[in-house]
């Protein structure tokens, strides 16, 4: 099945720095990826998405690339704001399946 | 639109006792809908597949008889713990794909079980 890694664990940044985010994946069937924030005790909400036919895709101060060839991809976060903080996690799917990264807690400190 | 919702938010239960899970999707269909399990500081795992008209697809290592799944209309699926024990107390999140297709995953605000 699908395996994805998910670097770094955990990231501090101060305000108004980058903040980035990577994600590899095993299985070259996968055709969507999408990018989840996670507050404590919350849902995940999806904040931007990439599908296989395109190589990158930016929403205001969020950023993704996909990189097929080497089955990584990543989440750019520009100019970040202490409400940025939060668990980060990335996924990999094939149909409908998501398999998720092991997280990434970031910090934005003021 | 494309709302989730799940009921109950939080459940505390005694060892041995069952609990049941609502997962409703409110304003779309959903011929599939996901269970997922998230310890605290961990990533979401997906428990099983649950599927409209027919029987869950239980991932490797997950108890089908002790996590019994029910998807038994198009808005909604339930989620069983039966003969509860403190190593099941986690956080409870379901996600529903919708039925018209698209990628995206939409999902419930999630159940904390604590089992004492």
């Known amino acids: 099945g699908e395996n994805v890694e998910q670097h770094p664990s955990t990231l501090s940044v101060q305000e108004g720095d980058s903040a980035v985010i990577k994600c590899t994946y095993s299985?070259?069937?996968?055709?969507?990826f999408p990018w989840y924030k996670q507050e404590l005790g919350k849902r995940p909400q999806l904040i931007i998405d990439i599908r296989s036919n395109v190589g990158e895709k930016k929403d205001q101060r969020i950023a993704v690339t996909l990189n097929k060839t080497a089955k990584h991809f990543s989440l750019h976060i520009t100019e970040t704001q202490p409400e940025d903080s939060a668990v980060y996690f990335c996924a990999a799917s094939i149909g409908n399946m998501l398999t998720f990264g092991g997280g990434t807690r970031l910090m934005v400190k003021p | 639109g494309a709302v989730v919702s799940q009921h109950p938010s939080r459940v505390i239960c005694k060892s041995g006792t069952s609990v049941k899970i609502e997962c409703r999707s409110l304003?779309?269909?959903?011929?599939?809908m996901f269970w997922y399990r998230q310890f605290p500081k961990q990533s979401l795992m997906l428990m099983a597949t649950?599927?409209?008209?027919?029987?869950?697809?239980?991932e490797q290592g997950v108890e089908k008889d002790k996590f019994l799944i029910n998807h038994a209309s198009l808005t909604l699926s339930t989620l069983t713990v039966t003969s509860a024990h403190p190593e099941d107390s986690s956080f409870y999140i379901c996600?529903?794909?919708?039925?018209?297709?698209?990628?995206?995953?939409?999902f419930g605000p999630g159940t904390r079980l604590t089992v004492t």
């Open positions: 304003d779309f269909q959903a011929t599939t």
């Open positions: 299985d070259s069937a996968s055709n969507y």
């Open positions: 996600s529903a794909w919708n039925t018209r297709g698209g990628y995206e995953q939409y």
């Open positions: 649950s599927n409209e008209g027919s029987k869950a697809t239980y």
